[in-house]
């Protein structure tokens, strides 16, 4: 069974860069990886995502901002986002495509 868990969220300032990663374990194959997020009162929204070619899309939001890595041999996925703004403050979740699972997410707040 595949679990997913994510890490480095936390308090920062408006224009601040914050990493995310999120560690797979279980996965016995390939299993693109992405990440999503929730802020209060809307639904959860694409941030990032992998495909199974090895292709990126990201949200319009993210696009420029953003940036999706991985490391196959980590089973792990990251996400570094930057120039953060109040607008981006969310439960960041990661999601493994092809399993359809979800990590617990990790929560970032961005002040002004």
């Known amino acids: 069974q595949v679990q997913l868990v994510e890490s480095g969220g936390g308090l920062v300032q408006a224009g601040q860069t914050l990493n995310l990663t999120c560690k797979a374990s279980g996965m016995t194959g390939e299993d693109p990886m992405g990440w999503y997020r929730q802020a209060p009162g809307k639904q959860r929204e694409l941030v990032a995502r992998?495909?199974?070619?090895?292709?990126?899309n990201y949200a319009d939001f993210a696009r420029g901002r953003f940036i999706i890595s991985r490391d196959n041999a980590k089973r792990t996925v990251y996400l570094q986002m930057n120039n953060l703004t109040p607008a981006d403050t969310a439960v960041y979740y990661c999601?493994?495509?092809?399993?359809?699972?979800w990590g617990q997410g990790t929560q970032v707040t961005v002040s002004p």
């Open positions: 999601r493994a495509e092809w399993s359809r699972t």
């Open positions: 992998f495909y199974g070619n090895g292709n990126r």
